[in-house]
């Protein structure tokens, strides 16, 4: 589903961090920028939730700017949901928070995120049968191990995020063989004996 234009990334403060950093909001501020508008009820089919409970969470989500209502759709009652965001910034010196609270929450939103990397790439092992062959060479799960300085890995990152931003924008809209795409990059020191 092609990203509304006007939609910005949410750089996460203490605050919004505190309103998103739950895995069930995570999950659902998810499901709505990749599936598009839906309710809470829908959501929570989807999710293997109550809507209660994805009701309420869909509610504190507005609350933090990550999702709106979408007016444009529904009927009575029946209140449709929208991403309000196209991607979220995460800053690192919220782990350096004076507020224990502010390290919880950025602790786990970290946490959610890989989790959910995790289970998108066992998602995609699980069902890759199901794609046409043209998609076997159009995936990769590599893993490279590289000496570099903080400053070195930070320039690889940019560069990484550029190269991908670079795609971003393609005119494949109406070629049929064209998906939706996850990249998850990932770039950490790790102790070697």
Do not use: C
Request: proline fraction near 6%; aromatic fraction near 6%.
């Amino acid at each position: 589903m092609p990203e509304p234009q006007d939609l910005q990334v949410h750089q996460l403060n203490a605050r919004s961090l505190r309103g998103l950093a739950h895995p069930l909001r995570m999950q659902l501020l998810d499901a709505l920028r990749l599936g598009g508008p839906a309710t809470a009820s829908g959501l929570a089919d989807r999710l293997g939730e109550s809507s209660g409970s994805t009701s309420y969470h869909l509610r504190q989500l507005a609350a933090h700017g990550f999702v709106e209502e979408d007016r444009e759709r529904g009927k009575g009652r029946e209140r449709w949901w929208k991403a309000a965001v196209k991607g979220l910034h995460f800053d690192d010196a919220l782990l350096e928070d004076t507020n224990p609270a502010v390290r919880g929450a950025a602790d786990l939103y970290l946490h959610e995120v890989a989790t959910a990397h995790a289970r998108e790439v066992s998602t995609w092992l699980g069902t890759r049968d199901d794609w046409p062959a043209a998609w076997g060479p159009g995936t990769d799960m590599s893993s490279m191990t590289l000496r570099l300085t903080p400053e070195l890995t930070h320039e690889l990152i940019e560069k990484m995020h550029a190269l991908v931003e670079s795609y971003r924008d393609l005119p494949v809209r109406d070629d049929p063989t064209a998906e939706t795409v996850r990249v998850h990059t990932h770039a950490f020191p790790i102790v070697t004996d």
